[in-house]
């Protein structure tokens, strides 16, 4: 990895004869993959119907092709969305631009809306270890069983779960990273591996709630 492309310093500026700190730039360099939250604003629903669910798959779709990106999960509830994507030649933020703007108008115009869909900034954590990625993975497709809208993580039609199990396919997840963490009968392994709902990785869960900035307690949205 060459240390000139990580982008994660913290700009000074000047600016009216005082010295201002300007946000922290996301870690970014070709093959990142980070764990993405995106909240409605000021956590408003960002799905009304069945059809908003398709229509954001369908430009995250467009987005992941134009940026060469690959998602490796996903989940959207009703007031954010959770990603698990690695990124190509280009960094993290302009695709999140790309998505983020493009729905936005979708929204505005069907509903007769004006201004922001989601929260101005998005959260994201770098991905770094191979047990990070197996528990995010996890994470995201219990976040609707965590909220209690249903019972198995395959219930719910709107994340990555049932592509990644086998029994559905939205052709958008690549699923082979996932899955080859697990030697034999991968998908009955991981299944096993998420559906263990215990507290056998508690501590996990609340690190990723804590690095992704969800602290507070899952809600049925």
Same mark, same amino acid.
């Given at each position: &990895?060459?240390?000139?492309?990580?982008?994660?310093?913290? /700009?000074?500026?000047?600016? #009216? !004869?005082?010295?201002?700190?300007? @946000?922290?730039?996301?870690?970014?360099?070709?093959?990142?993959?980070?764990?993405?939250?995106?909240?409605?604003?000021?956590?408003?629903?960002?799905?009304?119907?069945?059809?908003?669910?398709?229509?954001?798959?369908?430009?995250?779709?467009?987005?992941?092709?134009?940026?060469?990106?690959?998602?490796?999960?996903?989940?959207?509830?009703?007031?954010?969305?959770?990603?698990?994507?690695?990124?190509?030649?280009?960094?993290?933020?302009?695709?999140?631009?790309? &998505?983020?703007?493009?729905?936005?108008?979708?929204?505005? /115009?069907?509903?007769?809306? #004006? !201004?922001?869909?989601?929260?101005? @900034?998005?959260?994201?954590?770098?991905?770094?270890?191979?047990?990070?990625?197996?528990?995010?993975?996890?994470?995201?497709?219990?976040?609707?069983?965590?909220?209690?809208?249903?019972?198995?993580?395959?219930?719910?039609?709107?994340?990555?779960?049932?592509?990644?199990?086998?029994?559905?396919?939205?052709?958008?997840?690549?699923?082979?990273?996932?899955?080859?963490?697990?030697?034999?009968?991968?998908?009955?392994?991981?299944?096993?591996?998420?559906?263990?709902?215990?507290?056998?990785?508690?501590?996990?869960?609340? /690190?990723?709630?804590?690095?992704? !900035?969800?602290?507070?307690?899952?809600?049925?949205?």
């Amino acid at each position: &990895m060459n240390d000139n492309m990580i982008k994660n310093n913290t /700009h000074e500026i000047e600016g #009216r !004869g005082r010295r201002t700190i300007a @946000r922290k730039l996301r870690a970014w360099f070709p093959g990142a993959v980070y764990h993405i939250m995106h909240r409605g604003v000021r956590r408003k629903p960002i799905f009304e119907d069945e059809t908003d669910y398709q229509v954001f798959l369908q430009i995250l779709k467009t987005c992941l092709e134009k940026y060469n990106c690959i998602l490796h999960a996903y989940c959207l509830m009703t007031n954010h969305i959770h990603l698990l994507v690695e990124t190509g030649d280009v960094e993290i933020g302009k695709f999140m631009k790309y &998505m983020s703007e493009c729905y936005a108008m979708y929204i505005n /115009h069907k509903y007769s809306y #004006r !201004g922001h869909v989601f929260e101005s @900034r998005y959260k994201s954590c770098l991905v770094k270890e191979d047990t990070y990625f197996l528990q995010t993975s996890r994470y995201i497709h219990l976040n609707p069983v965590k909220a209690r809208m249903v019972t198995h993580p395959e219930e719910y039609l709107w994340s990555s779960y049932q592509t990644v199990i086998g029994i559905a396919d939205d052709r958008i997840t690549e699923k082979e990273k996932t899955l080859a963490y697990f030697s034999k009968n991968s998908v009955f392994y991981y299944r096993e591996f998420v559906e263990d709902i215990g507290y056998k990785y508690i501590v996990q869960e609340q /690190h990723i709630r804590k690095m992704i !900035g969800e602290e507070e307690l899952w809600l049925p949205w």
